[in-house]
Protein backbone atom coordinates (compact mmCIF):
# COMPACT_ATOMS: atom_id res chain seq x y z
CA UNK A 1 0.00 0.00 0.00
CA UNK A 2 0.69 3.91 -0.17
CA UNK A 3 1.84 5.19 3.01
CA UNK A 4 1.91 8.64 4.22
CA UNK A 5 4.10 9.64 7.95
CA UNK A 6 3.23 12.53 9.41
CA UNK A 7 6.08 14.27 10.85
CA UNK A 8 10.44 14.86 10.82
CA UNK A 9 12.25 13.02 13.67
CA UNK A 10 13.82 9.89 14.87
CA UNK A 11 10.24 8.58 15.51
CA UNK A 12 9.03 9.29 12.16
CA UNK A 13 12.43 7.93 10.37
CA UNK A 14 11.06 4.28 12.36
CA UNK A 15 8.06 4.54 11.39
CA UNK A 16 9.10 5.04 7.77
CA UNK A 17 11.60 2.68 8.34
CA UNK A 18 9.47 -0.18 8.98
CA UNK A 19 6.52 0.43 6.52
CA UNK A 20 9.48 0.37 3.85
CA UNK A 21 10.77 -2.54 5.26
CA UNK A 22 7.21 -4.43 4.78
CA UNK A 23 7.76 -3.68 1.16
CA UNK A 24 5.33 -0.88 1.16
CA UNK A 25 5.51 2.32 -0.57
CA UNK A 26 6.36 5.30 2.06
CA UNK A 27 6.29 9.10 1.84
CA UNK A 28 6.65 11.53 4.45
CA UNK A 29 5.96 14.83 4.84
CA UNK A 30 8.41 16.58 5.48
CA UNK A 31 10.38 14.00 7.04
CA UNK A 32 14.58 14.64 7.37
CA UNK A 33 17.72 13.52 5.48
CA UNK A 34 17.88 10.39 6.70
CA UNK A 35 14.01 9.92 6.09
CA UNK A 36 14.90 10.95 2.20
CA UNK A 37 16.98 7.64 1.76
CA UNK A 38 13.51 5.71 2.28
CA UNK A 39 11.30 7.41 1.36
CA UNK A 40 9.65 10.18 -0.67
CA UNK A 41 9.46 13.27 1.55
CA UNK A 42 7.31 16.18 0.93
CA UNK A 43 7.42 19.67 1.30
CA UNK A 44 4.80 19.81 3.51
CA UNK A 45 4.57 20.55 6.98
CA UNK A 46 2.92 18.56 9.91
CA UNK A 47 0.30 20.70 10.75
CA UNK A 48 -0.30 21.88 7.50
CA UNK A 49 -3.60 20.07 7.66
CA UNK A 50 -5.06 21.32 3.72
CA UNK A 51 -1.52 20.53 2.38
CA UNK A 52 -1.98 16.67 3.17
CA UNK A 53 -5.09 15.99 2.69
CA UNK A 54 -4.63 17.51 -1.15
CA UNK A 55 -1.56 15.33 -1.30
CA UNK A 56 -3.56 12.17 0.41
CA UNK A 57 -6.77 12.25 -1.91
CA UNK A 58 -4.54 13.13 -5.08
CA UNK A 59 -1.68 10.68 -4.47
CA UNK A 60 -4.42 8.37 -3.55
CA UNK A 61 -2.61 7.01 -0.38
CA UNK A 62 -4.16 4.30 1.14
CA UNK A 63 -3.10 5.16 5.13
CA UNK A 64 -1.87 8.01 7.20
CA UNK A 65 0.14 7.20 10.15
CA UNK A 66 0.77 10.28 12.18
CA UNK A 67 3.74 10.66 13.98
CA UNK A 68 3.55 14.23 16.55
CA UNK A 69 0.60 15.04 18.76
CA UNK A 70 0.22 18.60 17.27
CA UNK A 71 -2.04 17.74 14.33
CA UNK A 72 -4.12 14.91 16.27
CA UNK A 73 -4.98 17.31 18.82
CA UNK A 74 -5.50 20.22 15.93
CA UNK A 75 -8.23 17.55 14.36
CA UNK A 76 -6.04 15.89 10.98
CA UNK A 77 -7.80 12.48 11.93
CA UNK A 78 -11.44 14.23 11.68
CA UNK A 79 -10.54 16.26 8.28
CA UNK A 80 -9.20 12.87 6.81
CA UNK A 81 -12.18 10.95 7.67
CA UNK A 82 -14.94 13.27 7.08
CA UNK A 83 -13.26 12.65 3.34
CA UNK A 84 -13.11 8.95 3.38
CA UNK A 85 -9.11 8.34 4.10
CA UNK A 86 -7.68 5.92 6.34
CA UNK A 87 -5.37 7.68 9.31
CA UNK A 88 -4.23 6.10 12.90
CA UNK A 89 -3.81 8.55 15.14
CA UNK A 90 -6.60 9.53 17.25
CA UNK A 91 -9.26 12.44 16.80
CA UNK A 92 -9.36 15.68 17.91
CA UNK A 93 -11.59 14.84 21.14
CA UNK A 94 -10.15 11.56 21.79
CA UNK A 95 -6.57 13.08 21.95
CA UNK A 96 -7.53 15.32 24.72
CA UNK A 97 -6.28 12.55 26.41
CA UNK A 98 -2.51 13.97 25.64
CA UNK A 99 -3.44 17.55 24.77
CA UNK A 100 -5.85 18.36 27.91
CA UNK A 101 -3.72 17.10 31.34
CA UNK A 102 -6.84 17.91 33.37
CA UNK A 103 -9.16 15.95 31.05
CA UNK A 104 -6.75 13.12 31.33
CA UNK A 105 -6.33 12.96 35.11
CA UNK A 106 -10.35 13.70 35.20
CA UNK A 107 -11.12 11.17 33.80
CA UNK A 108 -8.37 8.94 35.42
CA UNK A 109 -10.03 9.48 38.82
CA UNK A 110 -13.61 8.72 37.69
CA UNK A 111 -13.18 5.65 36.62
CA UNK A 112 -10.42 4.37 39.25
CA UNK A 113 -7.15 4.38 36.88
CA UNK A 114 -4.34 4.49 38.79
CA UNK A 115 -2.38 8.23 38.98
CA UNK A 116 -0.63 10.95 41.46
CA UNK A 117 -3.19 12.49 43.39
CA UNK A 118 -3.74 16.08 41.78
CA UNK A 119 -6.20 19.13 41.99
CA UNK A 120 -6.85 21.92 38.87
CA UNK A 121 -6.39 25.46 38.93
CA UNK A 122 -6.91 28.18 37.18
CA UNK A 123 -6.73 30.64 39.53
CA UNK A 124 -3.15 31.59 40.55
CA UNK A 125 -3.84 32.84 44.36
CA UNK A 126 -5.71 29.64 44.69
CA UNK A 127 -2.86 27.38 43.36
CA UNK A 128 -0.51 29.17 45.11
CA UNK A 129 -2.12 28.16 48.80
CA UNK A 130 -2.68 24.82 47.71
CA UNK A 131 1.32 24.64 46.71
CA UNK A 132 2.20 26.12 49.99
CA UNK A 133 0.04 23.33 51.63
CA UNK A 134 1.59 20.51 49.76
CA UNK A 135 3.97 18.28 50.68
CA UNK A 136 7.30 18.58 48.86
CA UNK A 137 8.46 18.16 46.28
CA UNK A 138 5.17 18.75 44.04
CA UNK A 139 5.18 18.62 40.51
CA UNK A 140 3.29 21.26 38.69
CA UNK A 141 1.94 20.54 34.86
CA UNK A 142 1.03 22.57 32.17
CA UNK A 143 -2.40 21.37 30.72
CA UNK A 144 -1.62 22.49 27.57
CA UNK A 145 0.57 20.76 25.04
CA UNK A 146 4.06 22.14 25.74
CA UNK A 147 6.68 19.92 24.06
CA UNK A 148 8.33 18.13 26.77
CA UNK A 149 8.79 21.51 28.60
CA UNK A 150 5.15 21.57 30.65
CA UNK A 151 6.64 19.83 33.79
CA UNK A 152 8.13 20.92 36.77
CA UNK A 153 9.11 18.53 39.83
CA UNK A 154 9.56 21.52 42.36
CA UNK A 155 11.97 21.15 45.17
CA UNK A 156 11.12 24.00 47.04
CA UNK A 157 8.00 26.12 47.78
CA UNK A 158 10.05 29.10 46.36
CA UNK A 159 10.82 26.95 42.96
CA UNK A 160 7.06 25.70 42.96
CA UNK A 161 5.69 29.39 43.71
CA UNK A 162 7.62 30.75 40.67
CA UNK A 163 6.93 27.80 37.87
CA UNK A 164 2.95 29.25 38.62
CA UNK A 165 3.98 32.65 38.58
CA UNK A 166 5.52 32.31 34.48
CA UNK A 167 3.08 29.92 33.79
CA UNK A 168 -0.34 31.42 34.99
CA UNK A 169 0.91 35.32 35.84
CA UNK A 170 3.82 35.62 32.79
CA UNK A 171 1.96 32.76 30.64
CA UNK A 172 5.49 31.92 29.41
CA UNK A 173 3.64 28.55 27.62
CA UNK A 174 1.51 30.62 26.29
CA UNK A 175 -2.73 29.39 27.01
CA UNK A 176 -1.28 25.63 27.47
CA UNK A 177 0.04 26.58 30.43
CA UNK A 178 -2.82 29.16 31.66
CA UNK A 179 -4.27 25.73 33.72
CA UNK A 180 -2.65 24.11 35.49
CA UNK A 181 -2.17 20.14 37.34
CA UNK A 182 -0.56 20.11 40.62
CA UNK A 183 -0.03 16.61 41.89
CA UNK A 184 1.84 14.58 44.14
CA UNK A 185 5.67 13.39 43.35
CA UNK A 186 5.77 9.69 42.86
CA UNK A 187 8.56 7.55 43.40
CA UNK A 188 9.83 4.59 40.99
CA UNK A 189 11.03 3.21 37.75
CA UNK A 190 9.46 4.67 35.17
CA UNK A 191 8.26 2.83 31.97
CA UNK A 192 6.68 3.24 28.90
CA UNK A 193 3.93 1.08 27.32
CA UNK A 194 1.96 1.78 24.06
CA UNK A 195 -0.77 -0.05 22.50
CA UNK A 196 -2.10 0.16 19.12
CA UNK A 197 -6.32 0.17 19.51
CA UNK A 198 -8.85 0.01 16.80
CA UNK A 199 -11.60 1.25 19.09
CA UNK A 200 -11.79 -2.09 20.75
CA UNK A 201 -8.79 -4.08 21.28
CA UNK A 202 -5.37 -3.30 21.62
CA UNK A 203 -1.82 -5.05 20.51
CA UNK A 204 0.67 -4.28 22.59
CA UNK A 205 4.57 -3.35 21.84
CA UNK A 206 6.91 -4.23 24.37
CA UNK A 207 7.72 -2.66 27.02
CA UNK A 208 10.23 0.39 26.76
CA UNK A 209 12.09 2.74 28.82
CA UNK A 210 13.27 6.20 27.86
CA UNK A 211 15.61 8.26 29.78
CA UNK A 212 14.06 11.63 29.91
CA UNK A 213 17.27 13.60 31.79
CA UNK A 214 20.16 15.08 29.44
CA UNK A 215 22.68 13.40 31.78
CA UNK A 216 23.78 10.97 32.73
CA UNK A 217 22.60 9.54 36.23
CA UNK A 218 19.27 11.08 35.55
CA UNK A 219 20.82 14.47 36.22
CA UNK A 220 20.15 17.88 34.22
CA UNK A 221 17.18 19.67 32.61
CA UNK A 222 14.51 17.06 31.17
CA UNK A 223 14.42 16.76 27.46
CA UNK A 224 12.66 15.16 24.56
CA UNK A 225 14.17 12.04 25.54
CA UNK A 226 17.77 11.04 25.34
CA UNK A 227 18.00 7.23 24.23
CA UNK A 228 15.14 4.10 25.23
CA UNK A 229 15.51 0.19 25.12
CA UNK A 230 13.05 -2.38 25.13
CA UNK A 231 11.68 -4.72 26.20
CA UNK A 232 12.02 -3.88 30.48
CA UNK A 233 13.08 -6.75 32.22
CA UNK A 234 11.07 -5.22 35.46
CA UNK A 235 8.22 -5.57 33.17
CA UNK A 236 7.42 -9.39 33.66
CA UNK A 237 4.36 -10.79 32.82
CA UNK A 238 2.82 -10.20 36.21
CA UNK A 239 3.83 -6.44 36.19
CA UNK A 240 2.30 -6.22 32.68
CA UNK A 241 -0.74 -7.84 33.39
CA UNK A 242 -1.27 -5.90 36.30
CA UNK A 243 -0.96 -2.52 33.76
CA UNK A 244 -3.28 -3.84 30.92
CA UNK A 245 -6.11 -4.75 33.89
CA UNK A 246 -5.52 -1.71 36.25
CA UNK A 247 -4.61 0.86 33.19
CA UNK A 248 -5.37 0.14 30.05
CA UNK A 249 -8.75 -1.92 30.48
CA UNK A 250 -10.65 0.68 32.69
CA UNK A 251 -9.24 3.35 29.78
CA UNK A 252 -10.75 1.43 27.33
CA UNK A 253 -14.16 1.10 29.19
CA UNK A 254 -14.10 4.80 30.40
CA UNK A 255 -13.38 6.18 26.76
CA UNK A 256 -16.03 4.03 25.63
CA UNK A 257 -18.85 5.30 28.44
CA UNK A 258 -17.87 8.60 27.59
CA UNK A 259 -18.49 8.20 24.08
CA UNK A 260 -14.91 8.61 22.70
CA UNK A 261 -13.95 6.45 19.89
CA UNK A 262 -10.26 5.89 20.07
CA UNK A 263 -8.01 4.62 17.20
CA UNK A 264 -4.35 5.29 17.40
CA UNK A 265 -1.61 4.71 20.04
CA UNK A 266 -1.90 5.20 23.02
CA UNK A 267 1.23 5.55 25.20
CA UNK A 268 0.80 4.97 28.97
CA UNK A 269 3.68 6.62 30.85
CA UNK A 270 4.12 4.71 34.41
CA UNK A 271 5.78 5.03 37.41
CA UNK A 272 6.02 1.24 38.95
CA UNK A 273 5.17 2.99 42.43
CA UNK A 274 5.57 0.36 45.38
CA UNK A 275 1.75 0.78 45.69
CA UNK A 276 1.56 -0.63 41.75
CA UNK A 277 1.44 1.19 38.73
CA UNK A 278 0.33 4.79 38.30
CA UNK A 279 -0.17 6.75 35.06
CA UNK A 280 2.00 9.88 34.92
CA UNK A 281 0.83 10.77 31.42
CA UNK A 282 -1.12 9.39 28.39
CA UNK A 283 0.39 10.44 24.92
CA UNK A 284 -1.67 10.13 21.99
CA UNK A 285 1.24 8.51 19.81
CA UNK A 286 4.22 6.60 19.25
CA UNK A 287 6.49 7.55 21.88
CA UNK A 288 9.98 9.62 20.81
CA UNK A 289 12.94 7.96 21.33
CA UNK A 290 10.91 4.63 22.72
CA UNK A 291 9.66 4.24 18.82
CA UNK A 292 13.20 3.71 17.55
CA UNK A 293 13.76 0.97 19.68
CA UNK A 294 10.59 -0.88 19.49
CA UNK A 295 10.07 -1.12 15.43
CA UNK A 296 13.43 -3.11 15.06
CA UNK A 297 11.26 -5.67 17.37
CA UNK A 298 8.13 -5.51 15.99
CA UNK A 299 7.64 -9.10 14.42
CA UNK A 300 4.72 -7.66 12.37
CA UNK A 301 3.79 -5.75 9.65
CA UNK A 302 3.51 -2.63 11.59
CA UNK A 303 1.82 -0.52 8.86
CA UNK A 304 -1.15 -3.21 8.40
CA UNK A 305 -1.36 -2.93 12.35
CA UNK A 306 -2.02 0.97 12.08
CA UNK A 307 -4.65 0.18 9.06
CA UNK A 308 -6.41 -2.30 10.65
CA UNK A 309 -6.60 0.04 13.69
CA UNK A 310 -7.34 2.87 11.38
CA UNK A 311 -10.64 0.96 9.89
CA UNK A 312 -11.85 -0.35 13.19
CA UNK A 313 -10.92 -3.84 12.86
CA UNK A 314 -7.35 -5.35 14.46
CA UNK A 315 -7.27 -8.34 13.48
CA UNK A 316 -3.28 -8.96 14.07
CA UNK A 317 -2.90 -10.34 17.29
CA UNK A 318 0.87 -11.12 18.98
CA UNK A 319 2.05 -11.16 22.06
CA UNK A 320 4.84 -8.46 22.95
CA UNK A 321 8.18 -10.30 23.94
CA UNK A 322 8.50 -9.91 27.35
CA UNK A 323 11.55 -12.13 28.39
CA UNK A 324 13.72 -10.20 25.75
CA UNK A 325 14.69 -12.96 22.87
CA UNK A 326 15.71 -9.75 21.15
CA UNK A 327 16.48 -6.22 22.60
CA UNK A 328 17.16 -2.80 21.02
CA UNK A 329 18.50 -0.10 22.87
CA UNK A 330 18.70 3.48 21.23
CA UNK A 331 21.14 6.88 21.98
CA UNK A 332 20.34 9.93 20.91
CA UNK A 333 23.20 12.24 20.05
CA UNK A 334 21.89 16.24 20.93
CA UNK A 335 23.58 19.15 19.61
CA UNK A 336 25.86 21.42 21.97
CA UNK A 337 23.24 23.62 23.78
CA UNK A 338 20.00 21.37 23.68
CA UNK A 339 17.48 21.21 25.62
CA UNK A 340 18.44 24.86 25.53
CA UNK A 341 19.38 27.34 22.11
CA UNK A 342 21.55 25.35 19.87
CA UNK A 343 23.42 25.65 16.60
CA UNK A 344 22.24 24.30 13.66
CA UNK A 345 23.79 23.67 10.26
CA UNK A 346 26.89 21.71 11.09
CA UNK A 347 28.22 18.73 8.81
CA UNK A 348 27.84 15.75 10.24
CA UNK A 349 30.59 13.15 9.16
CA UNK A 350 31.37 9.46 9.72
CA UNK A 351 29.32 5.58 9.28
CA UNK A 352 25.47 6.74 8.48
CA UNK A 353 24.25 3.96 7.03
CA UNK A 354 24.40 1.61 9.82
CA UNK A 355 25.23 -2.18 10.08
CA UNK A 356 23.83 -5.24 9.87
CA UNK A 357 22.69 -4.80 13.83
CA UNK A 358 22.58 -0.90 14.33
CA UNK A 359 20.59 1.13 12.55
CA UNK A 360 20.66 5.19 12.62
CA UNK A 361 17.69 6.88 12.97
CA UNK A 362 17.67 10.85 11.78
CA UNK A 363 16.18 13.16 13.72
CA UNK A 364 16.92 17.19 13.31
CA UNK A 365 19.01 16.67 9.88
CA UNK A 366 18.86 18.01 6.66
CA UNK A 367 20.07 17.91 3.02
CA UNK A 368 22.27 20.65 2.01
CA UNK A 369 24.24 20.60 -0.96
CA UNK A 370 24.15 16.60 -1.14
CA UNK A 371 25.67 16.68 2.85
CA UNK A 372 23.48 16.04 5.50
CA UNK A 373 24.23 18.63 8.47
CA UNK A 374 22.37 19.23 11.62
CA UNK A 375 18.87 21.05 11.87
CA UNK A 376 17.27 19.95 15.31
CA UNK A 377 18.34 19.91 18.95
CA UNK A 378 18.01 15.85 19.17
CA UNK A 379 20.22 14.94 15.97
CA UNK A 380 19.96 11.38 15.87
CA UNK A 381 19.63 8.18 17.12
CA UNK A 382 21.49 4.80 16.94
CA UNK A 383 19.87 1.56 17.49
CA UNK A 384 21.59 -1.85 18.32
CA UNK A 385 19.74 -4.94 18.30
CA UNK A 386 20.84 -7.81 20.00
CA UNK A 387 20.55 -11.29 21.69
CA UNK A 388 21.01 -9.41 25.13
CA UNK A 389 20.34 -5.54 26.23
CA UNK A 390 23.91 -5.28 26.52
CA UNK A 391 24.96 -7.01 23.17
CA UNK A 392 22.15 -4.54 21.67
CA UNK A 393 24.12 -1.48 23.99
CA UNK A 394 27.71 -2.01 22.56
CA UNK A 395 26.59 -1.92 18.96
CA UNK A 396 24.50 1.21 19.92
CA UNK A 397 27.62 3.00 21.30
CA UNK A 398 29.59 1.48 18.58
CA UNK A 399 27.67 3.04 16.05
CA UNK A 400 27.84 6.10 17.70
CA UNK A 401 31.27 6.59 18.07
CA UNK A 402 31.50 6.04 14.37
CA UNK A 403 29.41 9.65 14.02
CA UNK A 404 30.46 13.30 14.24
CA UNK A 405 29.68 16.73 14.28
CA UNK A 406 30.70 19.37 16.44
CA UNK A 407 29.55 19.64 19.45
CA UNK A 408 27.64 16.38 19.44
CA UNK A 409 26.74 14.57 22.92
CA UNK A 410 24.83 12.14 24.35
CA UNK A 411 24.32 10.28 27.37
CA UNK A 412 26.43 6.92 28.20
CA UNK A 413 24.64 5.42 30.31
CA UNK A 414 21.26 4.08 28.05
CA UNK A 415 19.75 0.64 29.32
CA UNK A 416 22.13 0.99 33.38
CA UNK A 417 18.99 0.68 34.83
CA UNK A 418 18.01 -2.45 32.83
CA UNK A 419 21.20 -3.90 33.17
CA UNK A 420 21.39 -3.53 36.78
CA UNK A 421 17.92 -5.29 37.38
CA UNK A 422 19.47 -8.49 34.99
CA UNK A 423 22.96 -8.70 37.16
CA UNK A 424 20.75 -8.43 40.41
CA UNK A 425 18.45 -10.86 38.87
CA UNK A 426 21.22 -13.62 37.65
P1 LIG B 1 5.89 14.41 30.98
O1 LIG B 1 6.34 15.61 30.19
O2 LIG B 1 4.49 14.43 31.41
O3 LIG B 1 6.40 13.14 30.34
O4 LIG B 1 6.72 14.45 32.35
C1 LIG B 1 8.10 14.58 32.29
C2 LIG B 1 8.71 13.79 33.38
O5 LIG B 1 8.40 14.37 34.64
C3 LIG B 1 8.23 12.36 33.50
O6 LIG B 1 8.83 11.50 32.59
C4 LIG B 1 8.61 12.04 34.92
O7 LIG B 1 9.98 11.73 34.99
C5 LIG B 1 8.37 13.36 35.62
N1 LIG B 1 7.07 13.34 36.29
C6 LIG B 1 5.86 13.70 35.81
N2 LIG B 1 4.90 13.56 36.74
C7 LIG B 1 5.50 13.09 37.84
C8 LIG B 1 5.06 12.71 39.16
N3 LIG B 1 3.79 12.84 39.53
N4 LIG B 1 5.96 12.25 40.01
C9 LIG B 1 7.26 12.13 39.68
N5 LIG B 1 7.76 12.46 38.47
C10 LIG B 1 6.89 12.94 37.56
N1 LIG C 1 9.45 9.65 25.11
C1 LIG C 1 8.47 10.47 25.64
C2 LIG C 1 7.46 10.91 24.70
O1 LIG C 1 7.45 10.52 23.56
O2 LIG C 1 6.62 11.71 25.11
Given at each position: MKVLVVGSGGREHALVWSVARAGHTVYCAPGNAGISQVAECL?????DIPGLLSFARKGKVDLTVVGPEAPLVAGITDAFESRGLAIFGPSRSAARLEGDKAFAKELMQRYGIPTANFAVFEDMEKAENYVRNHKLPVVIKA?????????TVARSFEEALNTLHDL???????????RVVIEEHLEGEEVSIIGLCDGKKLLFLSPSQDH?????????PNTGGMGAYAP????NKAVFNQIIEEVFSPLLQALNKEGVEYRGAIYAGLMLTRDGPKVLEFNCRFGDPETQALVPLFPGDLAEACRQCALGDLTINLEPD???KHWALCVVAAARGYPGTYEKGLPISG????GENTIVFHAGTKMVDEKVVTSGGRVLGVTGIGKTLSEARDRAYYGLGLIHFAGMHYRHDIGEKGLHYLNQRA
Open positions: DIEALTGLAAGKGVMKIGKLGEAGKKRLLDGDAGVPIVLSGNLTG
